[in-house]
């Protein structure tokens, strides 16, 4: 038990040095390095997002990687001192430590229970939005399905108060043959309150089909 806690606890190491050096590179306005390192940071964020740490600490590190997107996309006018993303980098590790070392329901996630298997087989070429239906109230949500072709894909769950990432080809562990296994971005430990639904799909040069949706009552 020990050496696998460790093992994650390396994992989130990594993750957060390379957050904290793309961070730097953003302020010093390298955008070209800071691109680069955002590469590795993705492919650290990848390792985490196959790894079996809880969902809670995989979108924990979701949000950190848009946040340096978005960062790169829009750079700040003024930089923020060094001192800052030490600071912010060191209470990224501490949470993720007590997340690892501690029980999910700590930190209020929601306990695993047996997920409700609810067969779909929907495929898409295009952009397109499908309506569902649920058995009850979720409170998480995922896909297994297959992705063919080298283009983008993504899904959205939709609600009246909401619109949340479910499934992005670029940050989801796709095999090589194209297929994924309940794969989820932020809605890995979501409460719904409603038990319809509506998946936004956007693709481009690519199909997706989705076999089935997952999700806890």
């Not at 093992?7 to 957050?19: P, R, T």
């Amino acid at each position: 038990m020990i050496h696998i806690a460790e093992g994650k606890i390396d994992l989130v190491q990594k993750f957060v040095e390379a957050y904290h050096a793309t961070q730097d590179l953003i302020d010093n306005k390298d955008i070209s390095g800071a691109t680069t390192k955002y590469n590795e940071l993705l492919d650290i964020y990848k390792e985490i997002a196959a790894s079996k740490l809880d969902p809670m600490h995989k979108e924990l590190a979701y949000d950190q990687l848009v946040k340096v997107y978005n960062s790169i996309q829009n750079p700040p006018k003024a930089s923020i001192h060094a001192t800052t993303h030490i600071i912010a980098a060191a209470v990224l590790l501490v949470l993720f430590s007590f997340m690892v070392f501690f029980k999910p329901t700590v930190f209020g996630a929601v306990t695993a229970e047996p997920k409700v298997v609810q067969d779909v087989n929907w495929a898409f070429v295009e952009p397109e939005s499908r309506s569902l239906h649920l058995e009850a109230v979720p409170k998480s949500l995922s896909i297994t399905g297959k992705v063919d072709g080298n283009g983008f894909v993504r899904v959205y769950a939709v609600t009246p108060e909401a619109r949340m990432l479910v499934f992005d080809n670029d940050l989801a562990k796709v095999n090589r043959d194209g297929t994924f296994a309940s794969a989820c971005v932020k809605t890995c430990n979501q409460d719904f309150g409603t038990q319809d639904i509506t998946l936004d799909i956007e693709v481009q040069n690519a199909a997706l089909t989705i076999y089935s949706v997952e999700y806890r009552k």
